[in-house]
Antibody, heavy 119, light 106 residues
Framework: QVQLVESGGGVVQPGRSLRLSCAAS????????MHWVRQAPGKGLEWVAL????????YYQDSVKGRFTISRDNSENTLYLQMNSLKPDDTAVYYC????????????WGRGTTVTVSS | SYELTQPPSVSVSPGQTASITCSGN??????TCWYQQKPGQSPVLVIY???KRPSGIPERFSGSNSGNTATLTISGTQAMDEADYYC?????????FGTGTKVTVL
């Protein structure tokens, strides 16, 4: 079945870096745009970034531009999020999500990985 | 930046209809989708392209979008529908989620 499994979360000090991964299975990964979405503790959903199917187009939330980089390896069916210069406000559960293929709708979500930025 | 505003909470009795609004400037010109999120779980897509249901989503979920407001309607609400609901749209190369609405089934 279609599955997304995030990994790489943890506790990190402000200013440090972390790389998240999302392993995809059960669908043709290389066809679909992919997203990262986060949710701070007790808060709502916040879209973070997307990458097109072949990696040529990337878009970011203003709050992470210049610090986060989204990428993908279609040969390994894996999505990445490189997070640099982390801030306490980046503390959240990070979800990867598959794009439905229309209107940037996210039709499959992973279970998330938790990132805590604290000294 | 573009904003989508939802009521913080909606209460509904079992079997009745719940309506959740999502307001944004000229939202009717964009596609809107809706996600359901239960405590401790990942979001689930319940409506896409304003009014379409993914496979496996009950018929009691429906959507509309016109002017500045999109609406998610849950007809014959069941206890299992108690959850947070988020609208989402796309604007200027950025994904935007609504502020979220907690639906309580009393």
């Amino acid at each position: 079945q279609v599955q997304l499994v995030e990994s790489g979360g943890g506790v990190v000090q402000p200013g440090r870096s972390l790389r998240l991964s999302c392993a995809a299975s059960g669908f043709t990964f290389s066809i679909y745009t992919m997203h990262w979405v986060r949710q701070a503790p007790g808060k709502g959903l916040e879209w973070v970034a997307l990458v097109s199917n072949h990696g040529s187009e990337k878009y970011y939330q203003d709050s992470v531009k210049g610090r986060f980089t989204i990428s993908r390896d279609n040969s390994e069916n894996t999505l990445y999020l490189q997070m640099n210069s982390l801030k306490p406000d980046d503390t959240a559960v990070y979800y990867c999500a598959k794009d439905y293929g229309s209107a940037y709708t996210m039709d499959v979500w992973g279970r998330g990985t938790t990132v805590t930025v604290s000294s | 930046s573009y904003e989508l505003t939802q009521p913080p909470s909606v209460s509904v009795s079992p079997g009745q209809t719940a309506s959740i609004t999502c307001s944004g400037n000229k939202l009717g010109d964009k596609y809107t989708c809706w996600y359901q999120q239960k405590p401790g779980q990942s979001p689930v897509l319940v409506i896409y392209e304003d009014n379409k249901r993914p496979s496996g989503i009950p018929e009691r979920f429906s959507g509309s979008n016109s002017g500045n407001t999109a609406t998610l309607t849950i007809s014959g609400t069941q206890a299992m529908d108690e959850a947070d609901y988020y609208c989402q749209a796309w604007d200027s190369s950025t994904g935007v989620f609504g502020t979220g609405t907690k639906v309580t089934v009393l």
